[in-house]
T-cell receptor
Framework: ETGVTQTPRHLVMGMTNKKSLKCEQH?????MYWYKQSAKKPLELMFV???????ENNSVPSRFSPECPNSSHLFLHLHTLQPEDSALYLC???????????????FGSGTQLSVL | DAKTTQPNSMESNEEEPVHLPCNHS???????IHWYRQLPSQGPEYVIH???SNVNNRMASLAIAEDRKSSTLILHRATLRDAAVYYC???????????????FGKGTKLSVKP
């Protein structure tokens, strides 16, 4: 248990559906992240939030919409996804977003998403 | 960004030491060397990090070459639970914002045989 909880663990959705992924951290951290891990590809950083404000968006398509209502919760809203969006979506948190070299990231177990 | 090079895969026998190499010939003087691992069906987890000196913790040891162009993660006695993908990542020091973000490569897939 890392202190970062993601739900659901598995999700199957059609291309016309709207769904949301949820992440909650119990570590008192100020920064939260979404990463995407496609099969046989390295993890890709999608979004970074610091104190509930988005500080980075790595050219992610608008069909992915993040939301951070407070420093403990992070959502990823999904709509009109494509089959190639099927992947493991990982949430992480850290004390700050300043990318301090000593900082550790704590990851959740991820949501395995399949888009049909 | 400074990059790292790791073997795609390695094998080990249970209860034997494992040395996982990482080359980072373009490392800058302020880059920290981080190691994470990802067990099957899990998110990555932090293992260890260092700057210049060798480091030990309860999970592993990190040996850093004197010129810092390579490092080795050492698992002293591999167990079946250590089977995972191990990522060697350089993290910029003295920077804030995106320069310090954790950028993952492909890592080394470690298999442990009973």
């Amino acid at each position: 248990e890392t202190g970062v909880t993601q739900t659901p663990r598995h999700l199957v959705m059609g291309m016309t559906n709207k769904k949301s992924l949820k992440c909650e951290q119990h570590l008192g951290h100020n920064a939260m992240y979404w990463y995407k891990q496609s099969a046989k590809k390295p993890l890709e950083l999608m979004f970074v939030y610091s104190l509930e404000e988005r500080v980075e968006n790595n050219s992610v398509p608008s069909r992915f919409s993040p939301e951070c209502p407070n420093s403990s919760h992070l959502f990823l809203h999904l709509h009109t996804l494509q089959p190639e969006d099927s992947a493991l979506y990982l949430c992480a948190s850290s004390q700050t977003d300043r990318g301090l070299a000593n900082e550790k990231l704590f990851f959740g177990s991820g949501t395995q998403l399949s888009v049909l | 960004d400074a990059k790292t090079t790791q073997p795609n895969s390695m094998e080990s026998n249970e209860e034997e030491p494992v040395h996982l190499p990482c080359n980072h010939s373009t490392i800058s003087g302020t880059d920290y060397i981080h190691w994470y691992r990802q067990l099957p069906s899990q998110g990555p987890e932090y293992v260890i990090h260092g700057l210049t000196s060798n480091v030990n913790n309860r999970m592993a040891s990190l040996a850093i070459a004197e010129d810092r162009k390579s490092s080795t993660l050492i698992l002293h006695r591999a167990t079946l639970r250590d089977a995972a993908v191990y990522y060697c990542i350089l993290r910029a020091g003295n920077y804030g914002g995106s320069q310090g973000n954790l950028i993952f490569g492909k890592g080394t897939k470690l298999s442990v045989k009973p």
